[in-house]
């Protein structure tokens, strides 16, 4: 997957340098600025432990006398933190687990979650820069765009 998410950051990193005419410094700068943080999100997502549970709460848990308002995992025998689960993709109990994504080849987590948020985030506005930037420079005006033959007003023209 990561070889996948780094040749669509390529092709898209390519098309807009070297493929868009008449791109002015500007808009080169901006849409560099957005695709840094769009990787720079990527990265912290996937490299940041998600959170996982250390074996000195499970200890602290164990000399508590309320051990017994916890459960305990059947798959790792720890028990679990509220709103934890145990992720069988790595095999770790995670606090706070959303969901394991194969984009990022982690779980997205207690301490990873804000990253993986900002990287959708950032991804949605730069694939905007991308589309109005390609729009713009196209022979289609938006009347051509968002109105179909018939004079209705369509989104989904070409679908």
Known sequence: MRVIVAFLVFITWYSYVFLTPGAGWFELLVFHVLLGLVVASY???????PGTVPASWHAAVLKS???????ICRNCNMYKPPRSHFDSITRRLVL?????CPWMVNCVG?????FFVLFLGWTVV????FVLAMVARSNFTVHQVLVSPDGRITIVKFM
């Open 126 to 129: 730069a694939t905007l820069d």
């Open 96 to 100: 706070n687990m959303d969901h394991f």
């Open 65 to 71: 006398p309320y051990r017994d308002r916890y459960k």
């Open 110 to 114: 207690f301490y990873n979650r804000k």
């Open 43 to 49: 990265l912290q997502c996937m490299l940041l432990d």
